[in-house]
């Protein structure tokens, strides 16, 4: 009770009272100023007291008018009619002015009460106003909304973003555990805010009996009886919860009370709706700058082991309690590369966590899972079955999982040109919000950003490495083509292009058989199994500019791909099928006259025959020369080694070369085979030339002899010397059997022969114009052929003047 109203009953006592023991004081006291002392009293009773005071008042003054001031005092019963007149006058007006006082006082309270509301209306709106956050609203409606609405207790239940759950998000004034087992129930279950959200409509009852009556499941609640009102949080025709008022008593929900209920509903939901705007819009703004950042990061190294073991720390706390990244290795096993936690010790435990506990590539959840399917997992909300079945029956693992009061989680697979190369998870704990689509889809550009990076980082690894590669093998001699799996050529070093005389422009990116001649013999002969080798193997190739080489090669097969090694062998493949032909010749050359002088021994010591001196002297001349043909051929072999080894010394001496061509001549004279003719024309003056006169013999002896070997039918050889510019030039002409052009330069060749068929059957080393050039060239001289099949040959030799 107010203070006023408790004083205005004293006054309707105790005023009367007082008036009435002034009669104690006065033998005749005045009855128009008692009867006016007693208005006062009645006036101050119902002005502080209300009518019901005044009425009071009214009656006791009435009595104590009529008992101690109208005549006969002291007795309930006035004198005269005139005296009765006048009290009954008096409770008249004395009702009356209470009546008057006891109205404007209510009149007053009204007043009062209004503004109060109003007042707490007020502050709601205040506290609203300043709230940004959900739990600062919330706060504001369950404090001030609750006093302003008059009531005992209130709580608001929202609807999740499934839009099957209420769930209550505050609650203030009750009893403790009022709501366990209802922090969240159905949209469509039969309860108060379930149906006023359903309904968009409020509900008002005057006692928890009218409750049970409409609600059959809330009869369980057990407690006082109480008037409740539920109303519906309304924003933009959509309820999207309901806000719950408990009165400390029942209560009858006037028209006016009513309408304050759904004031106090409609502001609570605009904030709500407000700042949830406020706040998407902020987890937006804060989203950007996440990706924005994360960009930034993704872009600013190679190194993505470094980059997305940062990325991970940008992520906490934001984003997520816990964030990690696993990658897969290239033995296919999922490798941890990154675990971020504000705490650091956290993040280095988890770590741990995670060697102790290392991944099952089949686990049916998880990294492994999303990295297998390639397909995120979204969990909103970290059920305990969830845990249970996570931990797999390992009850230490469960029970830390669980301490980690994890709460909600997204796991996204890192996915570039169709592999996942890893993925990144964001959990959260019961200190951030839950995870939502919007989340999810910030998670999912995140890893396809970053999934894009490490793609990058490996291709730009990729290329370095070939780019180190293809440098290197543009400096080795060995040739090195390298095809796709179709046969196209994806690289071909300069070595190969040289070997295949190819240009690699022109092959880089065609199939080898389309572009490289002689492909086909290698594709027969050297492609390799599926993942094996084959080869090496030595084949002639012809090539597209028509010439035919010899190439060894060897191919591997790596899967995606082959790769051909080849080298060039023709100069080795000649230089061996030569040596082996100089074998199979020189034998042949040393065993002709080795035979000669072992049958003329023979026969010179046989008994039975008596050998007359010609015949004597024809064997010992058949020795004598043989023996010399024998020595020809040693010594040019011994020459050739001595020239291959750089052993042969020159002197540097003046002589004439007209004499020593003569004394050449002279020589071969002396066994010229019948049917050749020799002649010599020098030019007068022919001036001394520098050089080994010895070695020059040999030159042009080794020329004279050819020059009769090789004209079977007889004819005229001519040496001719002259003088050219500073050189004095020896010829040494034949009509012999030629040599083709194309292989003027290979008789000069160590162990070349021409085609036995072309010399028809002429023996010989294959040696003597390969020293005669070796040794002209290391005079400074010059050795040349000019020569057609069946039209001779003119052998010119040129060595410099003497100074
Ligand atoms: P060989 O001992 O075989 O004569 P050479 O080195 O002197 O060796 O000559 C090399 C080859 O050159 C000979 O095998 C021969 O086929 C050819 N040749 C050399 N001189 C003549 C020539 N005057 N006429 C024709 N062919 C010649």
């Known amino acids: 009770m107010r203070s006023s109203t408790a004083l205005g009953w004293a006054a309707a006592f105790l005023a009367p009272a007082l008036i009435s023991s002034l009669d104690a004081l006065s033998n005749r006291p005045s009855y128009q100023l008692a009867g006016f002392l007693y208005l006062l009293a009645v006036s101050l009773a119902a002005y502080l007291g209300g009518f019901a005071a005044g009425l009071v008042a009214t009656v006791l003054a009435t009595l104590g008018l009529d008992y101690f001031y109208t005549p006969p005092r002291h007795e309930f019963v006035p004198a005269s009619t005139d005296q009765a007149a006048g009290v009954a006058l008096f409770f008249v007006v004395a009702i009356l002015i209470s009546q008057l006082f006891g109205r404007r006082r209510q009149v007053q309270r009204q007043a009062e009460a209004a503004s109060a509301r109003a007042n707490r209306l007020q502050a709601v709106t205040a506290r609203l106003a300043e709230a940004v956050t959900p739990?600062?609203?919330l706060d504001a409606i369950v404090t001030e909304g609750v006093e302003a609405a008059e009531a005992r207790a209130g709580a608001i239940g929202l609807v999740k973003a499934d839009g099957e759950m209420i769930e209550i998000v505050a609650q203030r004034g009750y009893e403790q555990n009022i709501f366990v087992g209802w922090e969240s129930f159905p949209l469509a279950s039969d309860t108060p805010m379930g149906k006023a959200i359903r309904d968009e409509s409020p509900f008002f009852f005057s006692t928890s009996a009218e409750r049970d009556a409409a609600f059959s499941t809330m009869s369980t609640l057990t407690g006082p009886s109480h008037a409740l009102a539920i109303l519906?949080?309304?924003?933009?025709?959509?309820?999207?919860?309901a806000i719950a008022f408990t009165f400390p008593t029942e209560i009858e929900f006037d028209a006016e009370r009513r309408a304050l209920k759904a004031t106090l509903a409609q502001q609570a939901a605009q904030a709500i709706d407000r700042v949830r705007l406020y706040e998407a819009e902020r987890?937006?703004?804060?989203?950007?700058?996440?990706?924005?950042?994360?960009?930034?990061?993704?872009g600013s190294s190679l190194d993505y082991e470094v980059t997305l073991a940062q990325l991970a720390r940008l992520a906490v706390p934001e984003m997520a309690t816990w964030c990690s990244v696993d990658m897969v290795g290239p033995d296919r096993s999922i490798q941890r590369l990154a675990v971020a936690h504000e705490d650091p010790e956290r993040a280095a435990w988890a770590e741990r966590l995670g060697e102790e506990y290392p991944p099952d590539p089949d686990q049916p959840m998880g990294v492994p899972n999303v990295i297998r399917t390639m397909t995120?997992?979204?969990?909103?909300?970290?059920?305990?079955?969830?845990?249970?079945?996570?931990?797999?029956?390992?009850?230490?693992?469960?029970?830390?999982?669980?301490?980690?009061?994890?709460?909600?989680?997204?796991?996204?697979?890192?996915?570039?040109?169709g592999r996942a190369l890893g993925a990144l998870s964001l959990i959260r704990d019961?200190?951030?919000?839950r995870y939502t689509e919007l989340d999810l889809d910030l998670a999912s550009e995140l890893a396809r950003r970053a999934a894009s990076a490490v793609d990058n980082a490996g291709l730009y690894r990729e290329a370095e490495r070939r780019g180190d590669a293809s440098r290197a093998l543009a400096h080795v001699d060995d040739g090195v083509v390298l095809l796709d799996e179709d046969g196209a050529v994806v690289s071909i070093n300069p070595a190969a292009a040289r070997i295949l005389a190819v240009d690699e422009a022109t092959v880089v990116g065609e199939t080898a058989l389309g572009s490289i001649g002689g492909w086909s013999e290698i594709e027969d002969n050297a492609r390799p199994e599926r993942g094996g080798t084959r080869g090496p193997v030595t084949l002639p190739l012809v090539l597209s500019n028509g010439n035919e080489?010899?190439?060894?090669?060897?191919?591997?097969?790596?899967?995606?791909?082959?790769v051909y090694a080849l080298r060039d062998v023709t100069e080795e493949r000649l230089l061996e099928r030569t040596r082996s032909?100089?074998?199979?010749t020189a034998s042949h050359e040393l065993r002709t006259p080795l035979a000669a002088v072992l049958g003329a021994v023979k026969t010179l010591r046989r008994e039975d025959v008596s050998f007359d001196p010609d015949q004597r002297e024809m064997l010992m001349d058949m020795i004598d020369r043989e023996a010399g043909r024998l020595s020809g051929i040693v010594g040019q072999i011994l020459l050739t080694g001595q020239l291959d080894a750089g052993r042969l010394r020159l002197e540097h001496e003046r002589f004439d070369p007209v004499a020593l061509t003569k004394s050449v001549v002279d020589s071969a004279e002396l066994h010229l085979p019948t049917g050749i003719e020799l002649r010599v024309q020098a030019e007068k003056d022919v001036p001394a030339v520098a050089g080994d006169e010895n070695q020059l013999r040999q030159v042009i002896s080794n020329l004279v002899d050819n020059a009769i070997k090789y004209s079977p039918q007889g004819g005229g050889v001519e040496l001719r010397l002259n003088r050219n510019g500073q050189f004095a030039r020896i010829e040494v002409a034949d009509s012999g059997l030629g040599i083709p052009r194309d292989e003027h330069d290979r008789i000069f060749e160590k162990f070349y022969r021409l085609d036995p068929a072309l010399t028809r059957g002429v023996n010989g080393t294959g040696l003597g114009l390969y020293i005669s050039k070796e040794l002209v060239e290391r005079m400074n001289g010059r050795i040349s052929v000019d020569s057609e099949p069946g039209r001779g040959s003119t052998f010119v030799v040129e060595v410099p003047l003497a100074i």
């Not at 519906?232 to 919860?241: H, K, N, Q, S, T």
């Not at 019961?430 to 919000?433: E, K, L, N, V």
């Not at 032909?581 to 199979?584: G, K, L, N, R, S």
């Open 232 to 241: 519906p949080l309304v924003v933009e025709g959509r309820a999207i919860g």
């Open 283 to 298: 987890a937006l703004r804060q989203r950007m700058t996440f990706l924005a950042d994360a960009s930034e990061l993704l």
């Open 549 to 562: 080489r010899w190439i060894s090669v060897s191919g591997v097969d790596f899967g995606d791909g082959a």
């Open 581 to 584: 032909d100089f074998v199979a």
């Open 135 to 137: 739990q600062q609203v």
């Open 430 to 433: 019961d200190s951030a919000p």
């Open 376 to 417: 995120a997992e979204f969990v909103p909300e970290i059920t305990d079955e969830l845990l249970v079945e996570a931990a797999q029956g390992d009850e230490r693992l469960l029970e830390i999982v669980r301490e980690l009061g994890l709460r909600s989680a997204i796991t996204v697979p890192l996915i570039a040109r």
